[in-house]
């Protein structure tokens, strides 16, 4: 079993920036891919960005290439979103999520962090 933790929400102005970052805990060795997620009210959660954890390769969703950049920390245990640019429509609760193979279904998931960027 894999425990994710999200942190580095919070409330910027447009423009602005900010880092989440996900702590995991458990069976890491077991992850393939992690994730980030964003749901904002009334809309269905998307795919924000990934990384494959065996080769750092990247992906990122065009809503938010050129501003969004996953990475991994030095610890194995930590995934970052670092965000730039940020647009009102950003505006979303992130979640990380782990998945076991580039096939699963994303099964562990943290509780979310609340982003807020006003106008």
């Known amino acids: 079993q894999v425990q994710l933790v999200e942190s580095g929400g919070g409330l910027v102005q447009a423009g602005g920036s900010l880092r989440l970052s996900c702590a995991t805990s458990?069976?890491?060795?077991?992850?393939?891919?992690r994730c980030w997620f964003r749901q904002a009210p009334g809309k269905e959660r998307e795919s924000v960005a990934r990384?494959?954890?065996?080769?750092?390769?990247?992906n990122v969703a065009d809503s938010v290439r050129g501003r969004f950049t996953i990475s991994r920390g030095n610890a194995k245990n930590v995934v970052y979103l670092q965000m730039d640019s940020l647009k009102p429509e950003d505006t979303a609760v992130y979640y990380c999520?782990?998945?076991?193979?580039?096939?699963?279904?994303?099964?562990?998931w943290g509780q979310g962090t609340q982003v807020t960027v006003s106008s």
């Open positions: 458990g069976r890491i060795s077991t992850m393939y891919t």
């Open positions: 990384i494959t954890w065996s080769t750092s390769i990247t």
């Open positions: 999520a782990a998945r076991t193979t580039a096939l699963a279904v994303y099964d562990s």
